[in-house]
């Protein structure tokens, strides 16, 4: 129903539930896809690159407090560097199922 | 042999405006220091003057409702609704880091978050919000976070030796992809941009011209790349922070 304006009488009683309507109608459209997608390939390696070079280091940290202090020369360095890697992997696999680039 | 206004790094350097210390300890305001305040003020000048709550908002205001609504959303998919106890949190530091970033776009401003030690600061803060919360709410309970349930008794103890490196690396992943995207950005934009300088002041101006094109157009395409970067990794650093703050409050399911 709509009187001469063009503004139907729904409208005119209570604008702002028309205008909230419309406004959730349009935002359902493009709920934030553009920002996933949107992103430059040196951020995307940067992403796994740190990821897994971070956890590297921290295991072959570990791994060097261990020696330094309980004597195990040269293997806390060893076996440390072997769990950094693997939870480099476990730290790359996560951060692809996240999904997101950047 | 490089003129020295066109050295990549040169803009990085830090110069200290007042001295001051306290003790032994250098607490000088440098010029860091400086686009950190410039950073905050502009957010604070922003927000205030955009208070106004009127029904239809002006454009200020709008963008100030979009940013709490990007950042609300944000923190309650990756979070949930109990979540939203940490959004203060989430949006300083999405602001933050977003103004420092931008800001850093301005030629001749200096950019915060290409140092390591600003961003490592940030990454510190997050890691001990999400350890201090999480022992605070779960108590041991906190530690299930490295003792993941369904995985056979044989290969346990390996499995938590790697959640805990991992849990370690998150600080250090966090901070170094805010600070090398900054760092790695900014070092092209510089390079490009004296590339066309060096091939006039090489060459002579006509033929120098022409070569300068080809960076020129490089230089052109970057700037709008270094933006989206700008934005990208403040909404990536926020949505990390996010993620990690659900681990404190529902540690032990992945």
Redesign the interface.
Known sequence: MTNKNGISQEAQKDPLKVFDKKLKALKSDNKGHEIEKSSSGMATGLKYASEFSAAVLVGAFFGYLADKYIGTTPWGLLVGLIFGFGAGVINVIRAAKEGMNG | MIAAGLDPIAQFEIHKLVELSIGKYDISFTNSSLMMVVAVLSVSIWLLLSSKKS?VPGRAQSVAEISYEFVA?MVKSAAGKEGLRFFPFVFTLFIFILFANLLGMIPFFFTTTSHIIVTFTLAMMVMSLVIGYGVFKNGFKFLKLFWPSGIPMAILP?VS???I??F???P??LS??LW??MF??HILLKLFAGFSIMMITGLGFFPGAIGALIPYAMTLALTP?EF??AF??A??FA?LTC?YLSDALHPGHH
């Open positions: 029904l959303d390996f030796i790697l959640e490196i991992s370690v690396s998150r250090i992943s170094v992809r090398a995207n790695a950005g790349l989206l970067v990208v990794q909404y990536v949505l993620v």
